[in-house]
């Protein structure tokens, strides 16, 4: 199946930095979505958007629902130790959810 | 309001016994998602339920695997005659299914040992 575009695919930052990764796909989504995935665990949902050019905060987390429909990001300010594990956006067209195949970010104290 | 259920968390099978995963999704949704993730790796699609219909099997092995979502009761990924190839992680998700929208939430996943 379709998967996004999603990068980077790896990231080391110092503690305290801020962080951007983001997806894109050459379809149409009505809805984009934002999942944290810790080791032995499932995805949770951090950021739903639904309409284009929507902005998003959750804490120190902020996603953009891009305005071609075609794109998000998703932004951490602030790293700190626990916001290591797997980041994965997902878009829905209408009828399919599409999953990035994931961004994994480690935080060096 | 109690999240995506599924159960067991781990199962330890030997290669040629069936495996059962359940998944009960939330409250108030009637769509199911499986999908399966091998050790650093992203979600694989597998089958996509509403009640007593599978409207989306394209991501499945044709053969020894199925998936149910009775009128009543769990979602039900059955594997028969396993293999060590389907040690991973199955993870179920589900959402309201009213259109348009959606937002999907996932479980905790099951952990598919194959001895």
């Known amino acids: 199946g379709q998967q996004l575009n999603q990068s980077p695919q790896s990231m080391f930052i110092q503690e305290g930095e801020d962080v951007s990764m983001n997806c894109t796909s050459s379809?149409?989504?009505?809805?984009w979505l934002w999942y944290k995935q810790d080791p032995g665990e499932g995805p949770v949902l951090l950021i739903a958007?639904?309409?284009?050019?929507e902005l998003t905060s959750n804490g120190r987390l902020t996603a953009q629902f891009g305005i071609t429909r075609k794109d998000s990001f998703l932004n951490i300010s602030a790293s700190i130790p626990s916001d290591v594990g797997i980041y994965f956006c997902a878009g829905f067209t209408g009828n399919q959810f599409y999953f990035g195949t994931g961004t994994s970010l480690t935080v060096i104290p | 309001n109690a999240g995506v259920m599924q159960n067991p968390r781990h199962l330890v099978r030997r290669r040629g016994q069936e495996a059962r995963l359940r998944c009960s999704p939330m409250k108030g949704h009637s769509h199911v998602y499986w999908y399966r993730q091998l050790p650093e790796e992203g979600l694989k699609f597998m089958v996509y339920?509403?009640?007593?219909?599978?409207?989306?099997e394209s991501g499945m092995p044709k053969e020894r695997f199925s998936a149910e979502f009775p009128k009543e009761g769990p979602s039900i990924l059955r594997i028969q005659q396993v293999v060590r190839g389907d040690s991973a992680a199955y993870f179920c998700?589900?959402?309201?299914?009213?259109?348009?929208?959606?937002?999907?939430?996932f479980g905790p996943g099951t952990r598919l040992l194959v001895l």
């Open positions: 958007l639904y309409k284009a050019g």
């Open positions: 379809s149409i989504f009505n809805t």
């Open positions: 998700a589900s959402s309201r299914g009213t259109g348009g929208a959606e937002t999907q939430y």
């Open positions: 339920l509403q009640k007593e219909n599978i409207i989306d």
